[in-house]
């Protein structure tokens, strides 16, 4: 099974984004990679779900392959990352997945990996167009509500019902500071919107709802970029975590964080809503996502 995407960028700029653990916490999830054959990539996914690989193959800019597995008694899977220079300043990635198995008890589990990658790939274009080794911090909020209108409902409470690529779109005074481009939106299947935002902080926004039976898995990541993320993620990761203990209220007056307290950050209001007020967009508690941040710096 192989995904491929067409990004801005010289190959050394795309290795960096695909072959860092810097790089690929910006666009996907928190990672660490040791770069060398030998050495290990783990990949933090939230709830205690990590996802260790050995590289086996190092060669950049250009291609490395790495083995692991997907879960407990998984078969055995290697994926290889390539890089291809392409005119106009772009360059061609491709990702494969080889799964070592004698049945194909594990061909479903491919292909919703294969389905996932475009929506990542996305963020990981728009990360290179416009955000290109800038220091990144990320949240993930997850939430698991009955799948009949969760859609609708998160979108509804971001105020992105009805959007198409390249209307602008401001979440309101009733949600968290969240404004900007709309960059794709996906209204069947798993439906999902991208922004490009300079609220709560310039970067890049993903929601969507996953149906799985009954439930579906609601995701906001909001991957931000530059050099206040790391104080934006800071107090808001400050205020989930305060709220998911049950020691904060709907309307109470936000923690203040010293470090926030410096004017000179632009697009940082203390005083203003936050992101934890997206506890309760479908039904259901959204549950901050461990969370790493990550510097390119």
Not at 111 to 125: D, H, K, M, N, Q
Not at 150 to 173: F, H, T, V, Y
Request: hydrophobic share 35%.
């Amino acid at each position: 099974m192989q995904v491929e995407v067409e990004v801005p960028g010289t190959p050394e700029q795309v290795w960096q984004a695909i072959a860092t653990g810097p790089g690929v916490g910006a666009w996907f999830v928190p990672t660490e990679i040791d770069g060398r054959i030998g050495g290990t990539e783990t990949s933090h996914f939230g709830g205690g779900m990590d996802s260790a690989s050995t590289i086996t193959e190092w060669d950049p800019p250009h291609r490395f392959v790495k083995e692991g597995s997907w879960g407990p008694n998984a078969p055995t899977v290697a994926t290889e990352w390539t890089v291809e220079a392409r005119g106009g300043g772009t360059c061609l990635v491709r990702v494969v997945h080889s799964l070592f198995a004698e049945t194909d008890d594990w061909d479903d589990q491919l292909t919703g990996v294969e389905s996932g990658w475009p929506s990542f790939f996305r963020i990981l274009r728009l990360y290179l167009e416009h955000f290109a080794g800038q220091p990144s911090s990320q949240i993930q909020l997850l939430a698991m509500p009955a799948a009949s209108g969760a859609w609708e409902k998160l979108a509804s409470a971001l105020n992105l019902a009805g959007a198409a690529p390249g209307e602008r779109r401001d979440a309101g005074d009733a949600a968290p500071p969240l404004s900007g481009t709309v960059e794709s939106v996906n209204t069947a299947g798993h439906p999902h919107t991208l922004l490009r935002v300079d609220l709560p902080a310039p970067g890049a926004v993903f929601a969507t709802a996953c149906p799985a039976g009954e439930k579906a898995f609601v995701t906001v990541s909001f991957y931000l970029y530059g050099d206040t993320a790391a104080a934006v993620v800071a107090r808001d990761q400050s205020l989930l975590s305060l709220r998911r203990h049950g020691s904060g209220r709907r309307g109470a007056r936000p923690v203040r964080l010293d470090c926030l307290d410096d004017e000179s950050l632009p697009g940082v209001n203390p005083e203003g809503p936050h992101l934890a007020e997206l506890c309760t967009p479908c039904g259901a508690e959204l549950q901050p996502r461990r969370c790493r941040v990550e510097n390119s710096r």
